[in-house]
């Protein structure tokens, strides 16, 4: 385990749903990230948290919606999805989001595989 | 506009034989370039890291990286590949704080 977790690790949903991802940790890091990865595609940044403020989207579609109720909690609310937001979704998180994070990397956790059907 | 890029879709090379997975970036500055490998289902996972210094990098099981200014590249290499570093393989390259991840490669190794 890295220290991030999300859940659930599987989400199988119709177009009509609505459905939460969870990421938590417990590194002490202050800033949050959602990523989406799908085959063959550069990782897409989508949200970025700092201190549980967001500070980037990246022009991210509306049924996607961020949620950060503190530095170690990060959800991401879906609704009225569409088949090619099928993909991983992974969670990442950094300890410092100013100037030193660029040193000390990521770490992420082991994604949702969400498909939408 | 800022690139990373893995002109490798995927790597084969037989168990005990050197392995090279490449990386070139187009970014602006002097960047901070990192390799993460990703397993089945699972996250991405730091293997190394070049900051500053030495140009030759050493990481996790037995990785290392070289950086080429002049090349703009960062390549992973292995004196001898193992079956379990069968796995996918990402560059990124963090600048002004912000990351930027190649599509990755797959690496099979085969025994």
């Known amino acids: 385990e890295t220290g991030v977790t999300q859940t659930p690790r599987h989400l199988v949903m119709g177009m009509t749903n609505k459905k939460s991802l969870k990421c938590e940790q417990h590194l002490g890091h202050n800033a949050m990230y959602w990523y989406k990865q799908s085959a063959k595609k550069p990782l897409e940044l989508m949200f970025v948290?700092?201190?549980?403020?967001?500070?980037e989207n990246n022009s991210v579609p509306s049924r996607f919606s961020p949620e950060c109720p503190n530095s170690s909690h990060l959800f991401l609310h879906l609704h009225t999805l569409q088949p090619e937001d099928s993909a991983l979704y992974l969670c990442?998180?950094?300890?410092?989001?100013?100037?030193?994070?660029?040193?000390?990397?990521?770490?992420f956790g082991s994604g949702t595989r969400l498909t939408v059907v | 506009a800022q690139s990373v890029a893995q002109p490798e879709d995927q790597v084969n090379v037989a168990e005990g034989n050197p392995l090279t997975v490449k990386c070139t970036y187009s970014v602006s500055g002097n960047p901070y370039l990192f390799w993460y490998v990703q397993y089945p289902n699972r996250g991405l996972q730091f293997l190394l890291k070049y900051i500053t210094g030495d140009n030759l990098v050493k990481g996790s099981y037995g990785f290392e990286a070289e950086f080429n200014k002049s090349q703009t590249s960062f390549h992973l290499k292995k004196p001898s590949a193992l079956v379990s570093d069968s796995a996918l393989y990402f560059c990124a390259v963090n600048n002004f704080n912000k990351f930027y991840f190649g599509s990755g490669t797959k690496l099979n190794v085969k025994p």
């Open positions: 990442a998180s950094s300890q410092d989001p100013i100037g030193r994070t660029a040193a000390y990397g990521y770490t």
């Open positions: 948290y700092n201190f549980k403020e967001q500070t």
